[in-house]
């Protein structure tokens, strides 16, 4: 394996296509102008730049301590470790464990974390499982969302299915499936636009809803405002449905059908087709019902 600088301060790969080993040191770093460490391990040829901080290949593991902002592009990238500015990422699969950034900016087909952000986070990809903390906002458009973690800021997302687990501020999902798990808390609001949505865990402000189906089975601490509008034509016996199997504080439901097996510590308003069914055990001493007679479901705003 040879390795030589062209004109431009790159580091080419020459040689045999064989797996190599490039370790970038402060002892070239005073040439290339880096002023981290890059260990990679590379299959196909890749070069680094100082002209713009940044790794391209094809398929390549690299071990990062960055101080600044740096730039990744390949097929298949794995990274660990660290850069202390904003990580750019375009990838065909994009893997980083253990990695710790400041910022974050990634466009693959699949991406999956595990480490922790200091700021912001931008995904865009089909697939994206996180495990790890946000310390800013986080804006993800994927099909599949699979998150466990900390995400202090924001969190806007448009993705076809989520789960989501962990510690959460303020939540905008449009999604097809939304699933809240049991381990999840959400301190601020969650507003949501979707066609199922589950909650077990925990939500502190208030629960915003235009949805198909609706299962409520963990504690809202703020009143509700759930529009659950079945739609036009067949309708299949989960369309328009709302269960109330948990711990809430009322707020007011529009709905085809609503199903009471919890506690409802505070005033309900339903309209819905039917008055609703508050199954035996379950505790709700303050609704009012009003007949839907098939007056859409909507947001007022």
């Known amino acids: 394996m040879i390795s030589s600088f062209d004109k431009v301060g790159h580091i080419r790969k020459i040689g045999e296509p064989e797996m ?28 680094a730049s100082s002209s713009d901080s940044s790794l391209r290949g094809g398929d390549f593991t690299a071990v990062l301590d960055e101080p600044g902002d740096f730039r990744l592009a390949g097929a298949d990238v794995r990274v660990s470790g660290e850069v202390s500015g904003r990580l750019r990422v375009s990838a065909a699969d994009f893997i980083a464990r253990d990695f710790h950034a400041g ?15 200091d700021g912001p986070v931008t995904l865009t990809a089909s697939d994206v499982a996180w495990r790890g903390s946000i310390g800013g906002g986080a804006e993800i458009r994927a099909a599949d969302l699979d998150f466990d973690g900390r995400l202090d ?45 589950e909650q077990d865990g925990v939500i502190d402000g208030r629960l915003d809803l235009s949805a198909r189906s609706v299962w409520i089975n ?30 809430s504080v009322g707020g007011s439901i529009c709905a085809r059908r609503v199903v009471v097996r919890g506690q409802v510590n505070g005033p309900l308003t339903i309209m819905a087709d039917a008055p609703p069914e ?22 007022n705003s």
């Open 103 to 117: 910022a974050v900016a990634i466009t693959a087909a699949d991406i999956a974390f595990t480490g922790d952000v």
């Open 153 to 197: 800021g924001r969190l806007f997302a448009q993705v076809a299915d989520a789960h989501l687990s962990g510690s959460f501020a303020d939540i905008e999902v449009s999604a097809a499936d939304l699933e809240l798990d049991r381990d999840s808390h959400v301190q601020g609001d969650v507003r949501a636009n979707v066609a199922d949505f």
């Open 20 to 47: 190599t080993r490039l370790l970038l040191t402060t002892a070239v770093a005073s040439v290339l102008a880096l002023t981290g460490c890059i260990d990679v391990t590379i299959g196909t040829p890749a070069y």
């Open 278 to 299: 508050v199954l035996q055990g379950a505790q709700a001493n303050d609704i009012s019902f009003t007949a839907r007679n098939g007056q859409r479901c909507e947001r």
């Open 218 to 247: 963990g504690d809202l601490n703020a009143p509700m405002v759930l529009n659950v509008d079945p739609g036009r034509g067949r309708l299949d016996p989960e369309d328009g449905l709302v269960e109330l199997n948990g711990r």
